[in-house]
C-alpha cells in the first residue's frame, strides 16, 4: 500500500486551518511540484515543532483532477453529490484544492497556513479560510460529542484508506468537505431532552440511547449507513467547531476508501427513509458549502511531480 499522508488518519488536535483554493495556474507540472513542497512544508514543522503534533493532509478536487493528473484518476472519484429536499441541501462549492493543517498549537497552525499561502499565491486563487478548534472535550458547539462513531487504532487505516483493489491510489483517500452553519439561538431554545433526541445520544456522558428511545429521525440512527448484509458502513470523521461570537458551525470533513458511505450518509440525512424521516439536526444546521476531493498517498505526489 502506498505511504498515506499523515493527516488522513492522525489523531484529533486542538486546533485546524482549512484552506480551499482554486487554481490559475495553466501548467499543471507547476502545481504538481508545489505539491511535493507542500509536503516538505508539513514535515519541516512535524520535525520541528514536534510537540505540536502537526499534521497535513493535501487533496485534489474531483473537477480539477485530469487537469492536475491526465490519464490517470482513482476509480470512484466523483463530483461532489448536489441534493435538496424542501429546505435541506447540500450546496456544491467549486475547489481545486484543500489543504487541512492540524496542530495542537495555534501558531504552528498560522505559521504553516502562512507558508502554504506564499507559496502557492501566485498560481491559485483563495476560496475559503476557515479555523476549526476543539471546543471542551471534543464536542460540537451543540454541546454533543463529535466523531463519537469514528474507528479507532489501526482499523482507521481500512476505513479511510484505498486498499490493493485501486492499486496505483493505494493509500489515498476520498474526502468530502462541508461548511455547517449551526442556528444556535434556535438550538438553544430546546430543552436538554429534545436534543438529545435529536443527536440520538445523552449530552453529559454521551452515551447512546436505548434502541427503543432512538427516533427514526435522530441524527445517529440516519448517520448510521450499513451494507446490504447488515455490516457497518464507516468513514472517518475529522471535523472541527469554528466560528466567533456572531457565527458558529462544524467544519464537517470526512476521509473514506470510498465516496459511496457519504454519498449514502448525506441521501439518508436530507432524503430520509420510506416514511419521511430525515435527520432532524438539519432544521437547526444547514451546509453552505460543499466538495469532494481525493488525498494521494506521497509517493504518488512525489512520483508524478514532474511527469
Not at 498515506?4 to 501548467?27: F, I, R, S, T
Not at 487504532?153 to 462541508?178: I, T, W
Not at 432524503?271 to 488525498?295: P, Q, V
Request: proline share 5%; hydrophobic share 35%.
Amino acid at each position: 500500500m502506498g505511504q498515506a499522508q499523515k493527516g488522513v488518519c492522525a489523531e484529533p488536535n486542538l486546533h485546524a486551518q482549512y484552506l480551499l483554493y482554486n487554481v490559475v495556474e495553466d501548467d499543471a507540472e507547476v502545481i504538481r511540484a508545489k505539491l511535493v513542497r507542500l509536503l516538505d512544508i508539513f514535515d519541516h514543522f512535524d520535525n520541528e515543532h514536534y510537540e505540536a503534533m502537526v499534521s497535513g493532509m493535501v487533496a485534489v478536487g474531483s473537477h480539477y483532477w485530469s487537469e492536475l493528473y491526465p490519464g490517470t484518476r482513482p476509480v470512484e472519484l466523483a463530483p461532489f453529490p448536489d441534493m435538496q429536499s424542501e429546505d435541506r441541501c447540500a450546496p456544491v462549492t467549486p475547489v481545486d484544492l484543500f489543504i487541512q493543517i492540524r496542530a495542537d498549537r495555534l501558531d504552528i497552525c498560522h505559521a504553516i497556513g502562512a507558508e502554504v499561502h506564499e507559496l502557492l499565491k501566485m498560481h491559485v486563487e483563495l476560496v475559503e479560510q476557515v479555523r476549526g478548534f476543539r471546543y471542551l472535550d471534543g464536542r460540537d458547539l451543540t454541546g454533543f460529542v463529535n466523531g463519537t462513531a469514528n474507528a479507532r487504532g489501526m482499523r482507521k487505516l481500512e476505513v479511510a484508506l484505498v486498499g490493493d483493489d485501486d492499486p496505483e491510489f493505494s493509500g489515498g483517500s476520498y474526502v468530502h468537505v462541508q461548511r455547517y452553519r449551526h442556528d444556535m439561538t434556535r438550538w438553544q431554545y430546546l430543552d436538554q431532552k429534545r436534543q438529545e433526541h435529536i443527536i440520538g445520544r445523552t449530552k453529559q456522558e454521551n452515551l447512546a440511547l436505548p434502541h427503543g428511545d432512538l427516533p427514526a429521525f435522530s441524527h445517529s440512527r440516519r448517520t448510521r449507513m450499513k451494507d446490504p448484509e447488515g455490516k457497518p458502513l464507516e468513514l472517518l470523521r475529522q471535523g472541527m467547531p469554528y466560528g466567533d461570537i456572531t457565527v458558529q458551525g462544524l467544519f464537517f470533513v470526512s476521509c473514506a476508501n470510498s465516496p459511496s458511505v457519504f454519498r449514502k450518509m448525506l441521501e439518508s440525512m436530507i432524503y430520509g427513509d420510506e416514511h419521511g424521516d430525515y435527520d432532524k439536526l438539519l432544521d437547526f444546521t444547514s451546509a453552505e458549502t460543499g466538495a469532494a476531493f481525493f488525498a494521494p498517498a506521497t509517493d504518488f505526489i512525489k512520483q508524478r511531480a514532474t511527469s
